[in-house]
C-alpha cells in the first residue's frame, strides 16, 4: 500500500526568508501526489498536486512543489514566507494502481516569525 | 457556495451511545471519504466511497459504519462508542477518487466518556 512521510514536526522560517516542508512517499505504481494547509479550527484546504508532466507544480499563496521520482519527494516551497503561512502542512498521495485511498503524512507544523 | 458540511460540529458522548454524524456535499461529486485526524498520526482515512452504493474500508474502519444512499450524503456512525473514538472527524468529497483535490468539511469534534 501507498505512504507518505513527512520528516519534520516542525519548520520555523523567519519572514521573507524561502521555506521548505518536506514530503517523501511510497508507491507501487505512480504517485498522485497533493498538498493541503489547515489553519486552526478549519478543514484542510488544497495547495497544489502532481499528477503528471512538469516536475515543479505551482500552487495557491505563492507555494510550489518538486516532484522528484528518483529521490521519492514531493518538496513544499515557497520563496518568501510570510507570517500568515504559519500552518499546519500535509502531504498526501494516491497510488495509479490503488488509487481509491489517500494515505496522508502526519503533518508538519510551519511558523513564520516577524 | 460550493461546500461540504458536517453535522453536529462538537459532540460529548458516553461510551455505548450510538450516534451519527452526518456530511453532505453540494458539488455533485462521485467520491467521498471519512478521516479522523489525531496528534501525530496525521489523517487517517476511515472509510471511503466511489459513488452511491458503493463504499470500502480505508485504514481504520473498526468500530464505524457508512452508508451512501444518496450521493450528496455519507453519514458516519458510531453504534457503540468508546473513548479511543475520541478524535477530530472530518468528511471530504471529490469528483471522482483518482487525480482529483478532495473537498474538506470543517469537521466535528468528538468526545466520548
Known amino acids: 500500500a501507498q505512504s507518505v512521510a513527512q520528516p519534520e514536526d516542525q519548520v520555523n522560517v523567519a519572514e521573507g526568508n524561502p521555506l521548505t516542508v518536506k514530503c517523501t512517499y511510497s508507491v507501487s505504481g505512480n504517485p498522485y501526489l497533493f498538498w493541503y494547509v489547515q489553519y486552526p479550527n478549519r478543514g484542510l484546504q488544497f495547495l497544489l498536486k502532481?499528477?503528471?508532466?512538469?516536475?515543479l507544480v505551482k500552487g495557491s499563496y505563492g507555494f510550489e512543489a518538486e516532484f522528484n521520482k528518483s529521490q521519492t519527494s514531493f518538496h513544499l516551497k515557497k520563496p518568501s514566507a510570510l507570517v500568515s503561512d504559519s500552518a499546519l502542512y500535509f502531504c498526501a498521495v494516491r497510488d495509479s494502481i490503488y488509487n481509491n485511498d489517500m494515505r496522508f503524512g502526519a503533518g508538519t507544523r510551519l511558523t513564520v516569525k516577524p | 457556495e460550493a461546500q461540504v458540511t458536517q453535522n453536529p460540529r462538537y459532540l460529548i458522548t458516553v461510551t455505548g451511545k450510538k450516534l451519527t454524524v452526518t456530511c453532505s456535499q453540494n458539488m455533485n461529486h462521485e467520491y467521498m471519504s471519512w478521516y479522523r485526524q489525531d496528534p501525530g498520526l496525521g489523517l487517517r482515512q476511515i472509510y471511503y466511497s466511489m459513488n452511491v452504493e458503493v463504499t470500502d474500508k480505508g485504514d481504520v474502519p473498526e468500530g464505524y459504519k457508512v452508508s451512501r444512499k444518496e450521493k450528496r450524503n455519507f453519514p458516519l456512525i458510531l453504534e457503540s462508542p468508546s473513548p479511543n473514538q475520541t478524535s477530530l472527524y472530518f468528511c471530504a468529497s471529490s469528483l471522482t477518487g483518482e487525480v482529483n483535490e478532495q473537498f474538506f468539511g470543517p469537521g466535528t469534534r468528538l468526545t466520548v466518556l
Open positions: 502532481y499528477i503528471t508532466g512538469d516536475n
